[in-house]
């Protein structure tokens, strides 16, 4: 019969830890919603979307190989999830470069007609009506080719990393896959090598921002409950990686909950200041799809 040790530590803690992973991947919901409110990022980091999506795909690979159905469920919805963050975020950057260069463009055209009119003031006696439309014509195409081609990148930077990391993963999973020489225990330890990687990225991820946190003097690009829950979530992982004496589970929860700590520990160093707040931006009685009607729709 199991101890009670082996039923907590092989049941208990990865049945929570299913329910820490969920809560874990589903904390950024809130605050993707408000800033979709909003019609901004503002000061929300995706970055750790992408690499959330490689690590949930590449976990969900990792529990076929092993048979493991509580890594398998505490991934697998979390992929869907991170399919819906990436879209938001790369939806929320096209609408912010869209409105740079609706701004651009609306300066260009003002420019033009402010040239024009003072021209026209200003023009000699002795000027031709052909001169005149030369000019014009010369001006105004000059403008407008800013107008009509905006120097501006075809994919949004979050769109990048979202391809990069699959394409990567693609590229694992086809050779893991489609090479017959492999054994059982080389594709395990080939994806896990991997997703231990991915994952140590993923954890990470909020530390692009700490050189912001320390300029700034305030954690807002840190988001707190993704923090919180990692800590949580890393350690039942941890536990249940010591139970199954699993390497590929232990060490990237381990370096997970000592750099979720780290974040941690610089949301009580640099507290959110008030204003950073995402329902202070919220208008009431703002028509929220107002801003939207001269805009392109993104589906």
């Given at each position: ?71 398998f ?20 950057q ?28 200003n ?35 979050h ?25 059982r ?22 530390l ?64 959110r ?27």
């Open positions: 019969m199991p101890s009670l040790e082996y039923i907590i530590l092989g049941y208990v803690c990865p049945s929570l830890g299913i329910v820490m992973a969920s809560a874990t991947f589903a904390a950024p919901i809130q605050a993707l919603r408000q800033a979709i409110a909003r019609g901004s990022l503002g000061d929300l980091n995706p970055l750790p979307w992408a690499f959330m999506t490689g690590n949930c795909l590449g976990w969900v690979a990792y529990s076929f190989l092993k048979n493991d159905l509580f890594v469920f505490a991934n697998a919805p979390s992929l869907v999830l991170s399919i819906w963050l990436n879209m938001g975020a790369v939806k929320l096209y609408r912010e470069q869209f409105q740079s260069w609706q701004q651009a463009t609306e300066t260009v055209v003002a420019d033009s007609s402010l040239m024009l009119s003072c021209h026209q003031q023009e000699e006696s002795n000027n031709t009506s052909r001169e005149r439309e030369q000019f014009n014509n010369d001006g105004l195409h000059a403008d407008f080719a800013v107008v009509v081609n905006p120097t501006q990148s075809s994919f949004s930077s769109e990048k990393w979202v391809l990069y990391i699959v394409t990567v993963w693609i590229i694992v999973l086809s050779s893991v896959g489609l090479t017959t020489s492999m054994s225990d080389q594709q395990t330890q080939m994806i896990g090598l991997v997703v231990n990687a991915n994952l140590i990225f993923f954890y990470a991820g909020p692009a921002t700490v050189a912001t946190v320390f300029r700034e003097g305030s954690s807002s690009t840190l988001h707190i409950p993704t923090v919180g829950m990692t800590v949580a979530n890393t350690s039942f992982w941890m536990a249940y990686g010591f139970v199954i004496f699993d390497p590929y589970i232990i060490i990237p929860n381990g370096i997970g909950f000592v750099l979720g700590l780290i974040q941690l520990s610089l949301c009580l160093l640099f507290p200041h008030k204003s950073d707040a995402p329902e202070m931006q919220l208008i009431s009685g703002h028509d929220e799809n107002e801003e939207y009607r001269d805009e392109p729709v993104i589906t």
